[in-house]
């Protein structure tokens, strides 16, 4: 069983920067990629980004390209997402969650593993 323990959420003014990281409590030895999610209130939970974890290769949601970056560290069995000039419309819990298949990174339906979340706040 896979744990994905995701940190780093704050309350943070527009403009501002944070970055989330996620680590798993065991080696994801079948995981084919991972993904940041968020889910804002009352709105259905949203894909931001997702990373291969072989090639490395990352596809992002239109609504964070350009201001969001996801990377990760194998050896840490972390993932990060590096989020800039941060919106109060990016104000959500964001989850981390990992995939097994070998396509529709963008789907939620095809994580198998998700983390608890981490709330962030952004203010005006």
């Known amino acids: 069983q896979v744990q994905l323990v995701e940190s780093g959420g704050d309350l943070v003014q527009a403009g501002g920067a944070l970055r989330l990281s996620c680590v798993a409590s065991v080696r994801t030895v079948y995981t084919v990629f991972m993904g940041w999610f968020r889910q804002a209130p009352g709105k259905e939970r949203e894909w931001l980004a997702g990373?291969?974890?072989?090639?490395?290769?990352?596809s992002y949601a239109d609504s964070v390209k350009g201001r969001f970056t996801i990377s990760k560290d194998n050896a840490k069995n972390t993932v990060y997402l590096q989020m800039n000039s941060l919106k109060p419309e990016d104000t959500g819990t964001y989850y981390c969650?990992?995939?097994?298949?070998?396509?529709?990174?963008?789907?939620?339906?095809?994580?198998?593993?998700w983390g608890q979340g981490t709330q962030v706040t952004v203010s005006a």
């Open positions: 969650a990992a995939g097994t298949e070998y396509t529709g990174i963008s789907e939620a339906a095809r994580y198998t593993y």
């Open positions: 990373i291969y974890k072989g090639s490395g290769r990352t």
